[in-house]
T-cell receptor, first 112, second 115 residues
Framework: GENVGLHLPTLSVQEGDNSIINCAYS??????FIWYKQESGKGPQFIID?????DKRQGQRVTVLLNKTVKHLSLQIAATQPGDSAVYFC???????????FGKGTLLTVNP | ETGVTQSPTHLIKTRGQQVTLRCSSQ?????VSWYQQALGQGPQFIFQ???????GRGNFPPRFSGLQFPNYSSELNVNALELDDSALYLC??????????????FGPGTRLTVL
């Protein structure tokens, strides 16, 4: 079935480095994507979103890139900090008006 | 904090029992969605309520049911609990039917363990 998945389950980086988290999607109707951060014991927290008519969107220290040709998106975190340690999910609204489809998540660990 | 609250925080039940989980949406939000998150997995959509009516449903059996009240708070009920129902149950609220540009704000979840 259609799903949103991730290439890597874990990512470990040094504090101050840039992090890149990748996500592949298969739903051809996908036109809106969101990255969420989930810290231990908390619900997912919105980071940044992007529509399918865009290739790139920047926020504070984060950038999302969308490649519709290969159905891939990535989240780049600049100057990664220990507080960035969490599980990151990409989610797809896939044309639906009512639900998000989440991938499995990538655990980001930032080493001081 | 998102302003979305859930209760209880943790719950332990035995197989076959019934459970009710509660969610208070963020002030002004009239749409509530429920998700199930198994350990090590991403959240899976259960259903959504908009102005007290079910607006959409994921691939969950009928023993998963819900309610939304006039103040837009919501309940998730699960009957005949199974071991695989053990998960974190997340509630998310949004302003009106969620358009592509509106955020869903998630609560901290209820951790349900079925023994």
């Amino acid at each position: 079935g259609e799903n949103v998945g991730l290439h890597l389950p874990t990512l470990s980086v040094q504090e101050g480095d840039n992090s890149i988290i990748n996500c592949a999607y298969s739903n051809s109707a996908s036109d809106y994507f969101i990255w969420y951060k989930q810290e231990s014991g908390k619900g997912p927290q919105f980071i940044i979103d992007i529509r399918s008519n865009m290739d790139k969107r920047q926020g504070q220290r984060v950038t999302v890139l969308l490649n519709k040709t290969v159905k891939h998106l990535s989240l780049q975190i600049a100057a990664t900090q220990p507080g960035d340690s969490a599980v990151y999910f990409c989610a797809d609204k896939g044309g639906s008006n009512y639900k998000l489809t989440f991938g499995k998540g990538t655990l980001l660990t930032v080493n001081p | 904090e998102t302003g979305v609250t859930q209760s209880p925080t943790h719950l332990i039940k035995t197989r076959g029992q019934q459970v009710t989980l509660r969610c208070s949406s963020q002030s002004g939000h009239n749409t509530v969605s429920w998700y199930q998150q198994a350990l090590g997995q991403g959240p899976q959509f259960i259903f959504q309520y908009y102005r007290e009516e079910e607006n959409g449903r994921g691939n969950f059996p009928p023993r998963f049911s819900g309610l939304q009240f006039p103040n837009y708070s919501s309940e998730l009920n699960v009957n005949a609990l199974e071991l695989d129902d053990s998960a974190l149950y997340l509630c998310a609220s949004s302003l009106d039917l969620w358009t592509r540009t509106n955020e869903q704000f998630f609560g901290p979840g209820t951790r349900l363990t079925v023994l």
